[in-house]
């Protein structure tokens, strides 16, 4: 274990770039390949890449903000001393690693976005109070913690299947949860998952004199946001409605109002928008003032800097593999190797190496889908499991795919491959066990 991980890091910090160069890398790895695979000419390619280019939009505001509020809801006082009070828990650097990775995985379990955030603050707030625990390990734990969530209640491509008319229906039909989320066999990937990533990371702990630690002072907010009103001798009526704590108090309890409503209408099913809207509105409660509030903002944006300009070339990448038909050679690929026994593994595999394109969940069942339930029906393959292969494929090699890793790496104030040389690892351990799951169960 320790040979293997000291390769890893290595590698990683060896070959590992900037996350924005990498997608760059990719970029024109894919027009390659595209080029050499398919029939589109070279100026189609261009084509399918720049109006590809803002189809995630939604999706990358919907980044920024679950960083930004995020951050903002974390830095009210109440949250701090929360986060703090918890981080006081573990006694020593393995229990650190240990209770990390299980919140992360139980936040991502229940909602990946929350999971991706409450993780990363979690593990900074533990780097500030435990002495001798790995900074790198810590943050690449509550990273490892979003390998669970296509298995979880946020799952886009189980709860696209239970949707009514959604695009796969005459397929597939609609499939409730109990048959995906809450059957057997995932409930086995996930509580086998909830036991060994802790466990693993747990392991890979490296020596006291190899490991990485922080100084505490850059953990520090940049700035504290003051409280309380402007010390004027007259306060402008402008100065009065920024330092309102009953306009906050009202703005945030209507924001709240919607949230009960919405969830006495939906029951649990929430969404990004739902948790944005979410740490929105406590943030607003738990700064007391629009002026507090707004300087918490202020200072948390910055944080949000490598979402706004990678993601565009993401959604670019999406644009070329998916109207090329790309993904869909690839997948063929596998389906042509499988039988009715490997074909649910080599499902997940194929969703895998996709995911490196195609780093959505959703984006990546509109583009495989159709392809994996046709080949699964002649082949007489569980249908509701062929989809849970491509959902648990996209989360698996997620561990080494800086897209989703960003939010956390940008509040944590570390680079990929600081923390990817432990992904690499967890992805290996992990896929084995999962590639195992579906090949038996």
């Known amino acids: 274990m320790k040979a293997m991980i000291s390769f890893s890091n290595r590698l990683m910090q060896r070959y590992m770039p900037d996350p924005f160069l990498l997608v760059i890398v990719l970029t024109f790895f894919v027009i390659g390949l595209a080029m050499v695979m398919t029939d589109s000419t070279p100026v189609q390619i261009l084509e399918y890449w720049g109006g590809g280019f803002w189809n995630l939009l939604e999706f990358s505001m919907q980044m920024v903000l679950i960083v930004v509020t995020g951050h903002v809801m974390a830095s009210s006082p109440f949250f701090k001393k929360l986060l703090g009070n918890l981080a006081s828990v573990p006694k020593s650097p393995g229990q650190s690693i240990i209770l990390v990775t299980f919140v992360a995985l139980i936040a991502c379990w229940i909602n990946w976005g929350f999971g991706l955030i409450i993780g990363a603050l979690f593990a900074k707030e533990i780097a500030k109070k435990i002495d001798g625990v790995d900074y790198r390990l810590l943050i690449a734990s509550a990273y490892s913690g979003f390998i669970i969530w296509s298995g979880g209640l946020s799952s886009s491509i189980a709860l696209t299947i239970a949707t009514p008319g959604h695009f796969t229906e005459k ?113 607003i409660i738990l700064h007391k003032t629009p002026k507090q509030f707004l300087g918490a903002v202020t200072s948390s944006v910055k944080s949000a800097s490598g979402i706004i300009i990678q993601f565009p070339f993401y959604a670019g990448l999406m644009g070329i593999v998916t109207a090329s038909g790309l993904a869909g050679i690839l997948s063929n690929a596998f389906i042509s190797i499988s039988n009715e026994d490997t074909f649910l593994m080599f499902t997940l595999w194929s969703a895998g ?39 648990w494929g996209d989360a698996w090699t997620n561990m080494i795919q800086p897209f989703y890793a960003l939010p956390a790496l940008a509040i944590a104030g570390l680079k990929a491959k600081d923390i990817m040389g432990y992904g690499l690892v967890i992805m290996f351990i992990t896929g084995f066990f999962i590639s195992a799951a579906f090949y038996f169960l």
């Open 171 to 283: 397929l597939i039909g609609v499939v409730p949860t109990s048959e995906t989320l809450f059957s057997t066999f995932n409930a086995t990937i996930v509580i086998g998952l909830i036991i060994l990533v802790p466990i693993i990371n747990r392991y890979m702990m490296p020596p006291k004199e190899q490991a990485f630690f922080i100084d505490r002072k850059l953990l520090e907010d940049a700035e504290d946001i003051q409280a309380g009103t402007v010390e004027h001798i007259e306060m402008t009526p402008a100065d009065r409605l920024e330092n309102s704590k009953i306009l906050s108090l009202f703005i945030g309890i209507l924001g709240l109002s919607f949230l009960g409503f919405y969830i006495a209408s939906n029951g649990l099913s929430i969404n990004l928008n739902i948790v944005n809207f979410l740490f929105l509105f406590i943030g």
């Open 353 to 391: 190496l996709v995911n490196f394109f195609v780093p959505s969940g959703g984006g990546q069942w509109a583009v495989q889908g159709p392809v994996m339930l046709e080949a699964a029906q002649n082949l007489g393959v569980s249908l509701p499991k062929t989809a849970m292969a491509v959902a």
